[in-house]
């Protein structure tokens, strides 16, 4: 009976190793998944900075003076109204990531802070009172609540030109 008792002991302790064994493997497992998936997410948003539609978009806004309202695009050729809503989509879809944790504040600060920074000192106005006009009041807000993060951590940010003077390739 003794025998027994200790095989069952050890069975037990087996399945206790075991679990916890488990456990540890689906949390390292879950860990890599988040990451892999961040990963994806920075290469996602790489792409987009080099689609076509919204390097024109960038441009066109660029030229326009800053705080433009809602009937600038209007009075203008149809591409200035539809650069804006690129851009707007492409931002507003970052701000909601970063939300989600899915990109990092860090990630989007270095890919975009300036031009986000620039196209909000131009678009800002004319987001806002899109939203009057359409009455939808979400209209651009993630645009603007992610500007605005930037524009709080923007004081503090070296560009990397200065930052990252000394850096050198790892030689292998």
């Not at 540890?24 to 790489?46: D, G, I, K, P, T």
């Not at 851009?87 to 890919?111: D, H, K, P």
């Amino acid at each position: 009976m003794d025998q027994l008792q200790v095989l069952a002991n050890m069975a037990e302790i087996f399945s206790t190793l075991t679990i916890i064994g488990g456990g540890v493997f689906a949390a390292f497992r879950l860990s890599e998944f988040r990451q892999r998936r961040r990963y994806q997410v920075a290469m996602e948003l790489c792409r987009k900075f080099s689609d076509a539609d919204l390097g024109r978009a960038v441009n066109l806004i660029r030229r326009l003076p800053d705080g433009i309202s809602a009937e600038t695009p209007h009075s203008m050729e149809p591409e200035y109204e539809e650069s804006a809503q690129i851009v707007g989509v492409a931002f507003e879809t970052m701000g909601l990531l970063v939300y989600m944790n899915l990109a990092s504040f860090q990630l989007i600060q270095q890919l975009t802070g300036g031009l986000l920074l620039t196209m909000w000192r131009k678009l800002s106005v004319w987001f806002r009172s899109t939203r009057e006009e359409s009455g939808n009041r979400r209209f651009g807000e993630w645009v603007q609540w992610l500007a605005e993060r930037l524009e709080e951590e923007e004081r503090a940010v070296v560009p990397a030109y200065e930052a990252y003077a000394a850096w050198q390739p790892k030689h292998r």
